[in-house]
């Protein structure tokens, strides 16, 4: 079994020795030391990079499982993640599947939830994760949690966790039978990991 992430080519620091280390701060020096026998394979990329069209330069590493787990790469790992300079493949952050709210949010111009075309009087912004849930995790903030979202789904959200945003449609569905409804839950189904 193996384990894939993704990492800004800028955090490598040195790969000459029989480590691969990795930047974990800034500041403070914390780094993260991989053994190059554990590491299953290397392979340097450049991505653009969402709404600014620059060109990025990553690294996708995958790692056998037993150092993930030994190393607690998924811990050490974790603010990088919020700053968007670390992606987990398949990662199940806050029973979220990420990918795919990514490939969701890729369609600006309607809700995330209910599809519908967003206006200029009803465009908002949804925190997928509330900032009160991400601040009891001591996390600032994840990428890709803010979503294009209308007026109307948003209000009918509030801070809820998307699992109990679900739990309220459903009770919606059943007791209006509306679409409007349904279409949010299938949202939410494809997006929670269950």
């Not at 996708?60 to 790992?77: M, P």
């Not at 009770?171 to 349904?182: D, F, P, R």
Request: include cysteine; charge should be positive.
């Amino acid at each position: 079994m193996i384990k894939v992430f993704h990492i800004r080519e800028s955090r490598l620091v040195d790969s000459s020795g029989a480590s691969m280390v990795f930047s974990r701060k800034r500041r403070r020096g914390a780094k993260t030391h991989i053994p190059k026998s554990q590491i299953v394979s290397f392979e340097p990329y450049k991505k653009e990079a969402p709404h600014i069209g620059t060109i990025e330069s990553w690294i996708k590493v995958s790692v056998t499982t037993w150092i993930w787990n030994k190393a607690k790469l998924e811990d050490q790992f974790r603010s990088m993640v919020a700053n968007g300079e670390v992606i987990l493949e398949g990662d199940n952050q806050f029973r979220i599947d990420w990918d795919e709210v990514r490939r969701r949010s890729l369609q600006k111009d309607h809700c995330f939830f209910c599809l519908r075309p967003l206006l200029v009087s009803s465009r908002t912004k949804d925190h997928l994760i509330s900032r009160h849930i991400l601040k009891k995790n001591n996390i600032n903030a994840l990428p890709h949690n803010t979503v294009p979202c209308c007026t109307g789904c948003n209000g009918l959200k509030g801070s809820l966790h998307p699992e109990e945003f679900r739990k309220k449609v459903s009770l919606k569905i059943h007791q209006t039978g509306l679409v409007y409804y349904s279409t949010i839950k299938e949202c939410l189904d494809d997006i929670i990991n269950s």
